[in-house]
């Protein structure tokens, strides 16, 4: 399987509640996680929102809208069609209380 290209993501700056720091070990471990799961989650069915999403104007400050990658401060080291764990937390696929933002990559354009 030939890598994808890499969507352009926004700078640290532009998601509020975020800190730069913060920010590029999210980008590292979700790339991370793109390279050794991308193809897998999407045979689960995992989508794009439930994983890079945040909220439309608030960025990661709301947590009920942000996608089990956001922020991910540590790479996942296993993944099922119902959850992914990395090194502290567990997080589960269907939270029936998410809503759906938009994908990061997505964040900060006019609609």
């Keep these: 399987m030939e890598p994808r290209p890499r969507r352009p993501l926004p700078r640290p700056a532009a998601l509020p509640g975020g ?5 590029a070990t999210s980008l590292e471990n979700c790339r991370r ?9 999407a045979r689960l069915g995992w989508d794009a929102l ?4 945040v909220h439309p104007q ?21 993944l099922a069609g119902a959850y992914l764990t990395t090194h502290l937390w567990t997080s589960r696929k269907a939270k029936p209380w998410r809503c759906r933002g938009v994908t990061v990559w997505e964040f900060g354009k006019a609609a």
């Design 19 to 23: 800190r730069p720091d913060e920010w």
């Design 33 to 41: 996680f793109v390279d050794e799961f991308g193809a897998e989650a």
């Design 58 to 78: 608030a960025g990661i400050v709301r947590g009920d809208c942000c996608g089990v990658m956001m922020p991910c401060s540590y790479p996942v080291f296993e």
């Design 50 to 53: 439930t994983l890079f999403s």
